[in-house]
Structures are given as C-alpha cells and as structure tokens.
C-alpha cells in the first residue's frame, strides 16, 4: 500500500502534467505530415482552451493542487498550437471518401442545423483567435478590477464547475463525429490511448491524492471517462471505415457485358 501511495502522490502528478504534450503531439505531428486535419473535431481544441483556461482563473479561488494547474497552463499552450496547425490544414468543407468535415464549413452536410452566428465554424482564421482574446480579457478585467466579484464564493465555483463540465464534454464531439461518419479516420488511436490511460490516473489520484480535490473534479471526471470508454468501442465497431469496393477487372467487364449480349439475344 505504501508503494501505491507514493506512486499516486508523485508518479499521477508528473503524468498528468506531461499529458497535455503526451495526449496531442501525436496528433499535432500526423495533421502537419498529411496536410490534413480531415477527420478531426476542431470543438476538441475549442473545449481544451476554455476549459483550461477557466481551470486556470479558478485556481486563485479554489488554491487546489500545483499539479492540476500545470497541467491546465502546458494545455493552454498545446491545443493553441493544435489550433494552428487544423487551422492551416484544414480541407474544403463537405463530405469526401465518406467523412464528413463538419467544424470547417458554415452549416451541416444536410444543411439542417447552423449554430449561431456559425461559431467556431469560421473560415478565416482571425475570429477563433479572436474569440479566446476576448474570453482571457474579459476573465482577466474580473479578477484584476473587479475583486469583489472574483473572490466570492459564488463566481469561484462557477469558474470551476462550468470549466471543468466543459472538459468533461471534450470527447462528445469526436464521439458524434465518428458515429455519423461510421468512421474514426482522422482521430489518432495514441490520443484514444493517453485519454483512456489518463483516465485510470487520474481517477486514483482524484480519489487517492491526499492533495486538495474538489468533488467538481471528481465528477466531471467519472463522465468523461465513460465517454472515453464508448470511444474506445466505436474504434473496436468503426476502425477507419468501410473498405473501398476494388474495382473491377477487365475479365469481369468482358463477363458482364458477354452475359448482357446473351441476354438480348434471348429476348430478340
């Protein structure tokens, strides 16, 4: 019992301030190789950024561990640079090959649903970045200008609950994403592999740790992990999609059309 204590008081925290870089760089790298970001949910940057984002200004309420700050602050700057790169590689909007690219075109495939005012599904690039300046901005005026308001209790723990519900919705997308598509093409299995493996760390140490962890953690984790666990099983049901049908041989053409032949000599 004393090796696993120390191995959720010192081995959880290193590993969870390392996941950002563990959990993406993949991901990063194979959008940058393959000049496509095809396949990929850019709402999981989206999510990540304002869920760590709002981790972070709920810090200087909650004081909760160093570790799950760090963590927060290193995920800031990893999904900024995922940002970027889907940004600059994202492919024309639509279907193609059967996958559906939604988050980069301004309405759905079927055109039935829009979001308001076609949020974070922009084409030009400018008001994504615009959008996390004025969410950063407008937390960092309240914190600096407005005291009064940012160490109540109340404005803390809305900063922590609606954070840490935002993260525990990341895999939602992904997860409608592939079942539409019936495909997981696009999303890495080694983003699958560090959710699930950070799953398992971080419900020991959530409920292990003898650190400060709100129950707000607590819960939002337990959901994201089954909805990890459903992700899993759509890879084990979808992998990367139905095979292409092969195209047929010149000996089948020839078959065919002697069969076709035959068949109007018959008739006449």
């Excluded at 140490?205 to 089954?226: D, E, H, K, L, T």
Aim: positive net charge.
């Amino acid at each position: 019992m004393y090796l696993v204590s120390l191995a959720l008081e010192y081995g959880a925290p290193i590993f969870l301030v390392s996941s950002p870089v563990t959990s993406y760089a993949d991901q990063i790298y194979s959008i940058h190789r393959t000049r496509s970001s095809a396949g990929f949910s850019l709402d999981i940057p989206l999510i990540m950024l304002v869920a760590s984002i709002l981790k972070v200004f709920y810090w200087f309420g909650a004081y909760y561990s160093m570790s799950l700050l760090l963590q927060a602050a290193i995920m800031v700057v990893v999904q900024v640079i995922l940002l970027k790169v889907a940004l600059d590689n994202r492919p024309m909007p639509g279907g193609k090959n059967g996958i559906e690219h939604a988050p980069f075109s301004s309405v759905e495939a079927d055109g039935a649903f829009s979001r308001p005012y076609n949020f974070w599904q922009w084409r030009s690039a400018k008001p994504y970045w615009m959008f996390l300046a004025y969410l950063t901005g407008a937390l960092f005026f309240v914190h600096v200008f407005l005291p009064p308001i940012a160490q109540s209790e109340l404005y803390i723990n809305l900063l922590g609950y609606v954070g840490l519900a935002v993260e525990a919705i990341l895999p939602v997308p992904q997860v409608l994403a592939n079942q539409k598509s019936r495909s997981c093409k696009g999303f890495r299995l080694s983003v699958l592999a560090s959710w699930l493996i950070g799953d398992a760390f971080k419900m020991s140490y959530f409920f292990g740790s003898q650190q400060v962890i709100p129950w707000a953690f607590r819960m939002c984790g337990i959901f994201q992990c089954i909805c990890d666990c459903y992700l899993g099983m759509q890879y084990w049901m979808f992998g990367s999609g139905p095979t292409p049908k092969a195209a047929p041989s010149s000996q089948e053409i020839g078959e065919a059309r002697w069969g076709a032949d035959e068949k109007d000599i018959r008739l006449n």
